[in-house]
């Protein structure tokens, strides 16, 4: 199959905000690829690429885009091979060869499906859940069914590709099992802890602890360590294998968070724990100098059966039973909102981000974002300026949307860059944004507007984290725009100064 026809249904699903049109054009795909092709296809219209994260950003695509091709000739599995020979490749200057040499042979409207891939903004509509719902129209298996076999397998091409060329049959390979991770349910936003109780009446709170999300699978004493994006970790982290050799019982599989602690018990910030699972490592050296502590919260498997079907209460009751409630991160129940506005206040007390609020009769909805934990976080915000703003892709495509951030630096002058976000942007603000911005501009790239230092803007973010991205050393987590402020002058914005005080630096 030409790249073409993808790039073609990826327009047509972007253009829709219609769900059941997204469904029928890629169900409409899906069954028109050929074995070969459906596992690349099925991640690209995922937004990603089969091959993962192969190490390309804006810096290296930027002088890669020359004249595109006149006329569509790159195949599915031309591109395909690229990514593989772009993965193994090493050095930007070796991958700006293998990418100049694909973009010579793509058309216009290719270049630019391509350059959104890569650098993971093809935001096209096309989410895991709207690809579930096209693979279930397009193979004839209940939903259910296609869901729970992705959720299980951790990775939606793979089951794409198991369920098109096989049948039904496929999806019962793909059930709990031990050493093969299952994607982490995940939480809702609450805007406080009160929602959260209005929302699921009696409620299971825990503390939300800013660590590293594991899951840990243990047979006997063979023990293996994954991350959230599900890579294995285990030779990373000795201390949680052997806290994990210690538990009775032979099978397991546990759901938690590990911390690295200060001597006070406070936790350190989340960047400083994330230096355990670096890529080169001196791990007994680390280990000595910051010890890793795991906190579960949740028990996905026990002894031959699979716990995910059964209610939170339960699953937490046979976990506090099988670790130690010392082994648990923080919790209890509430009824009321005063009782969870007090545990919030204790959690942010001792230095952790927030809770999660459970309903106590929920499944494991593995890899779901459902309505059954609510995450209650307390947002900082800073009024900084905007120095640049990038070109959308996809829907935003014509856009201005990835805002460059600065906060005043008083020491050396103008502004500190802070990092990046498109986050929190309606279609209103970036049309009004685009506006301003582009009465403002100084410069562009092929990719980038740069402009005065004029517009202000309130920036939502979790934390300060050191970075060697930017010049400041500093960048916000979890950035999103609330709303601008055009009640403010450049003038008026915090400085890098204040930025520092909450990194704990100055």
Avoid: C
């Amino acid at each position: 199959m030409l790249l073409r026809k993808v790039v073609d249904t990826s327009r047509g699903i972007a253009e829709t905000s219609k769900r059941t049109v997204k469904v029928t054009l890629a169900a409409e795909l899906l069954r028109q690829l050929a074995p070969e092709e459906i596992r690349p296809v099925a991640a690209y219209l995922s937004g990603v690429t089969r091959q993962g994260r192969i190490g390309i950003g804006y810096a290296i695509l930027r002088d890669t885009l020359g004249s595109p091709a006149p006329e569509p000739l790159l195949s599915v599995m031309d591109l395909d091979s690229t990514l593989d020979r772009l993965a193994e490749t090493r050095g930007s200057r070796e991958k700006q060869n293998v990418l100049r040499a694909l973009m010579a042979r793509a058309t216009e409207g290719e270049q630019q499906f391509l350059t959104a891939l890569l650098v993971g903004e093809l935001r096209q509509g096309a989410l895991e859940g709207l690809m579930i719902d096209a693979l279930a129209k397009a193979s004839g298996i209940a939903i259910e069914r296609v869901r729970r076999g992705v959720m299980m397998a951790g990775d939606f091409a793979a089951v794409a590709q198991a369920v098109l060329t096989e049948g039904e049959a496929a999806l019962s390979r793909y059930d709990v099992q031990l050493f093969r991770p299952v994607q982490p349910m995940l939480a809702q936003t609450a805007e406080d802890a009160g929602e959260a109780i209005r929302n699921l009446g009696e409620a299971a709170l825990e503390f939300k602890l800013d660590g590293a999300r594991v899951q840990v699978h243990r047979s006997g004493d063979e023990v293996r360590v994954y991350s959230r994006q599900l890579n294995d970790v285990t030779a990373a982290v000795p201390e949680i294998v052997e806290a994990v050799r210690t538990l009775p019982g032979q099978d397991l599989i546990l759901d938690g968070e590990v911390l690295s602690l200060r001597p006070d018990g406070r936790p350190e910030p989340f960047q400083v724990t994330m230096r355990r699972f670096g890529r080169k490592l001196d791990v007994e050296s680390l280990r000595a100098q910051q010890a890793l502590r795991p906190f579960w919260f949740d028990l996905l498997y026990l002894d031959g059966s699979s716990l995910m079907d059964e209610a939170q209460a339960k699953r937490f009751t046979t976990l506090r039973d099988l670790a130690g409630a010392e082994a648990l991160t923080p919790n209890m129940i509430a009824h009321d909102e005063a009782t969870a506005v007090a545990f919030m206040k204790l959690a942010l007390a001792q230095g952790h981000e927030g809770i999660v609020a459970k309903a106590p009769d929920a499944t494991y909805a593995a890899g779901a974002r459902g309505g059954s934990w609510l995450k209650v976080k307390q947002a900082n915000t800073l009024d900084l300026v905007i120095l640049a703003a990038e070109w959308g892709h996809g829907r935003r495509r014509g856009w201005l949307s990835n805002l460059h951030l600065g906060a005043r630096d008083t020491a050396k002058g103008g502004f500190a860059m802070l990092g990046k976000t498109f986050k929190g942007l309606t279609d209103e603000m970036l049309a009004w944004q685009t506006n301003e911005l582009l009465k403002h501009e100084i410069s562009r790239d092929a990719y980038t507007v740069y402009v005065e230092p004029k517009l202000v803007a309130e920036i939502a973010f979790n934390e300060v984290q050191v970075s060697s991205t930017y010049p400041s050393g500093l960048a916000l987590r979890f950035a999103r725009v609330k709303r601008y402020r055009t009640d403010k002058t450049p003038d008026q914005a915090d400085t890098f100064e204040a930025v520092q005080r909450i990194a704990g630096i100055v």
